[in-house]
């Protein structure tokens, strides 16, 4: 009972005004944005606020029965019986299960969490509650350690904002978002007492609190016959279906890149609700299909964000594919302006053979969300390179480029695909 299962069941509702529903979950707040925790452990959101609806409202508006339970890992599945908290039911008492169940943590070698240091685990509202009450407590400059690399940065940026000194760690042979050289741009734009470190449990060891956001493994319950991906998530079809009767969605479900053949989990909230609303589309019967499934990352950094679609150059040249590259540095202002110029950094990771686009990576102000709402468009229906020269880059006088940054970097990569 995730994000994607707590938006799947207003759908359903949209749809099935009728139906029994039954939630199970493992949180006092179900239906939370990940996105939300960094927020609350530094107070900048309540806790009420982190929820894509209130627990009341799904009571008393949606009608849902919910069970809480300690663990839904333990949430077993055989025999034609599903045992949740100590309770039996027939498999057939639910015509359709959607599961939903989130991730888990990274595991702290034993021989760390006996030296006497602070682990804060960071993927839940309860968590972050715990681990912001220990902040409170804390004096400024205090060094604390960050396991987790992109997913972690959200809350290492935080902490730095706060006057904390924190070591980010990065395993760089996983999780990579963006290529080495927007890397290298990034690295630019973050505070001096946010240092990257790469992962060493013997440099993780000198500091003595640890928050552990990041390299999460998905949380799959205990039911007979689910497909298991090569990442350890429940894998699913592009109709967010598992086996017969079974859906998955969120951060637990594997997807499969069919343009590329790489299968991937996600920790997106954007993608969880994407994913809820087709699982329960195609739980009521409506067969929709999502055209194109493909990670997502997008995590702010103050004023400025750090998005990442698709899959980086080394991702794509593993699985055999010949690529091209374009990356633009522009100012997104109107070049009649005499207005404040906001620098954006694109890059645009293509097919040489099949000119499709394989990952688009921006760190940009927020004036450009808008703009990054259109590469999602552009990428979830396969549009090519040469698509970017057929639809009209918006132009409004003193506000904005007369081409789109985005747009500009699909013609510099259709310039390189003429010297082929």
């Known amino acids: 009972g995730d994000l994607a299962g707590v938006y799947a069941i207003h759908w359903i ?12 979950c493992d949180t006092d707040f179900p239906g939370y944005l990940r996105s939300l925790l960094p ?13 894509i609806f209130p627990k009341s409202f799904l009571e008393y508006v949606e009608r849902v029965e919910i069970k809480k339970v300690k663990n839904l890992a333990n949430t077993i599945a055989k025999n034609g019986k599903l045992i949740v908290a100590g309770e039996e039911y027939d498999l057939e008492y639910w015509d359709k299960i959607l599961i939903s169940t989130g991730v888990k943590a990274l595991k702290v070698p034993r021989k760390l969490a006996d030296k006497n240091r602070e682990i804060y685990p960071l993927e839940k ?17 205090e060094k604390i350690g960050i396991i987790g690399g992109f997913q972690g940065l959200d809350i290492a940026y935080k902490l730095a904002c706060a006057n904390f000194d924190i070591e980010l760690f990065f395993d760089y042979k996983h999780g990579q978002v963006l290529d080495e050289d927007m890397f290298k741009i990034l ?3 973050i505070p001096s007492n946010l240092v990257f470190k790469e992962m060493d449990w013997s440099k993780v060891a000198n500091n003595r609190i640890l928050v552990i956001r990041g390299y999460t493994r998905p949380l799959v319950p205990g039911i007979e016959g689910l497909p298991i991906g090569k990442v350890g998530g429940i894998m699913v079809d592009n109709y967010m279906k598992a086996t017969k009767n079974v859906f998955a969605a969120g951060t637990v479900a594997e997807c499969l890149d069919e343009k590329t053949g790489i299968s991937f989990t996600h920790l997106s909230d954007s993608l969880s609700i994407l994913q809820g609303v087709v699982s329960a589309l195609n739980i009521e019967g409506f067969n929709y299909r999502i055209k194109r499934l493909f990670p997502l990352y997008e995590i702010p950094l103050g004023e400025r964000i750090v998005f ?24 997104t202002s109107d070049t009649t302006s005499h ?3 906001d620098e954006i950094f694109v890059k645009i990771i293509a097919d040489r053979v099949t000119r499709d686009i394989h990952g688009v990576q921006v760190i940009c102000k927020k004036e450009y969300i808008p703009g990054l709402q259109q ?16 639809f009209p880059s918006l132009y409004i006088p003193l506000m904005n480029r007369i081409i789109d940054p985005f747009k500009a970097t699909c013609w510099g990569i259709w310039r390189k695909l003429l010297k082929i």
């Open 339 to 341: 207005g404040d110029k």
């Open 13 to 24: 509702r949209k749809i099935d005004p009728s139906s029994q529903i039954t939630l199970i």
């Open 187 to 189: 690295k630019k734009i």
């Open 39 to 51: 927020g609350i452990v530094v107070d900048e959101i309540k806790p009420s606020f982190s929820v």
């Open 308 to 331: 990442s679609a698709g899959f980086t150059s080394d991702n794509i040249v593993k699985v055999g594919r010949r690529i091209v590259s374009a990356r633009h540095h522009f100012y």
């Open 125 to 141: 509202v309860e968590e972050a509650l715990r681990l912001a009450e220990r902040i409170q407590e804390l004096d400024k400059h």
């Open 375 to 390: 590469i999602l468009v552009f990428i979830a229906n396969n549009l090519l390179i040469d698509d970017a020269i057929l």
